[in-house]
């Protein structure tokens, strides 16, 4: 049973940072591509950045030069360094296999972690 487990959000100031992390278990961590969504009220799950196993990196463009995700494989871990926070980047924070470099079914979400971003 593949299982996602995100934490690390809470209430931040405008230009602060937080660091998310992602708990992976029931797949093959090391080899598969992962990545980060959000979705804030009222709006669409977005794709935010996305790793491959050899360490490609994807950014959506709102987030390019203020989040970096990283990836742990002997944790099994997924990570995203958000700085330079703004309030657009108040969501629920996800993670899951990773868009674009993965094309295939997305399958279950974990419960994600809530990022509330103001003053």
């Known amino acids: 049973q593949v299982q996602y487990v995100e934490s690390g959000g809470g209430l931040v100031q405008p230009g602060g940072s937080l660091r998310l992390s992602c708990a992976t278990s029931?797949?093959?961590?090391?080899?598969?591509?992962m990545g980060w969504y959000r979705q804030a009220p009222g709006k669409q799950r977005e794709m935010v950045a996305a790793i491959t196993a050899g360490g490609n990196r994807y950014y959506t463009s709102s987030v390019t030069g203020r989040f970096t995700i990283s990836r742990d494989n002997a944790k099994k871990t997924v990570y995203l360094q958000m700085n330079s926070l703004k309030p657009e980047d108040t969501a629920v924070y996800y993670c899951?296999?990773?868009?674009?470099?993965?094309?295939?079914?997305?399958?279950?979400w974990g419960q994600g972690t809530q990022v509330t971003v103001s003053s």
């Open positions: 029931g797949i093959i961590f090391s080899i598969n591509p």
């Open positions: 899951n296999l990773g868009r674009p470099y993965y094309s295939g079914d997305l399958g279950s």
